[in-house]
């Protein structure tokens, strides 16, 4: 089965196996490796599953990026302590101008307040935009008037990293190759390779480029059946809607 906790796992050894260097997001816009792998996870829902990949992840010496929402669904705060504690970066995975429909004003407001309650919990030095893909508001629109910058911020992925260079790797819509039905979590790559399982990502993993960004959304990844099948019926209904009247054609 895939989107397991266990496949995870399998993923991860078969990249640590590699020798590939694990570098927080942080990290890597600072002082990039060159042969590195940045772990990002969006933590959209279920805060504990991304609690259960921070968990690994520290077992086997790696360290990763975890962006929290400003939702109730996202934001537990003593979870956020405890994946801080571990020593992974925590983010602001910010939406403001799909909650705040538009309004560029109360969106920065909205960013402001969010992003210095984080701070009250551990350092953020990274952002991240949720894709809100039911929405018609691109909350990265924010910064046509802005500048995250102002706010301490040193960078955001889909502004900041020349994915020319680095390979994405995203598990939106619960698959490898879900670019195809994605509304926002979407890069222009010089990179053909891809992939659908995490099987062939495993297996190719000796071939892989120098540098990677894998997107994780840990609620996606579950070893209950109940909920793994939950989570796939409700992926791929999401799937159809998207592509259907959402997805630019």
Request: glycine fraction near 4%.
């Amino acid at each position: 089965m895939d989107f397991t906790v266990k496949k995870y796992e399998a993923l991860l050894e078969a990249l640590i196996a590699q020798k590939y260097t694990f570098q927080t997001f942080e990290e890597f816009i600072k002082t990039p490796e060159a042969k590195t792998i940045v772990l990002r996870h969006d933590v959209d829902l279920l805060p504990n599953n991304s609690l259960a990949f921070a968990k690994i992840q520290a077992k086997h010496n790696v360290k990763g990026t975890y962006y929290f929402r400003a939702v109730p669904e996202s934001w537990d705060e003593n979870v956020i302590l405890e994946i801080a504690a571990l020593g992974h970066e925590i983010g602001y995975h910010y939406e403001c101008l799909t909650t705040c429909k538009g309004d560029l004003k109360k969106g920065i407001e909205d960013f402001t307040k969010h992003l210095e309650n984080l701070r009250k919990l551990a350092p953020v030095s990274t952002i991240c935009m949720h894709g809100s893909p039911m929405s018609k508001y691109d909350s990265k629109d924010l910064w046509k008037t802005y500048n995250y910058k102002d706010y301490g911020i040193i960078a955001e992925p889909y502004f900041d990293v020349n994915f020319q260079n680095v390979y994405y790797l995203t598990d939106t819509g619960r698959r490898w190759d879900g670019h195809k039905v994605s509304v926002r979590d979407k890069v222009e790559s010089s990179y053909t390779q891809t992939f659908h399982t995490t099987d062939q990502i495993i297996d190719a993993a000796s071939n892989l480029p120098d540098q990677i960004m894998f997107t994780f959304h840990p609620q996606r990844w579950n070893d209950n059946n109940a909920m793994w099948m939950k989570e796939l019926v409700l992926q791929n209904t999401k799937n159809i809607v998207k592509k259907y009247f959402y997805v630019q054609k």
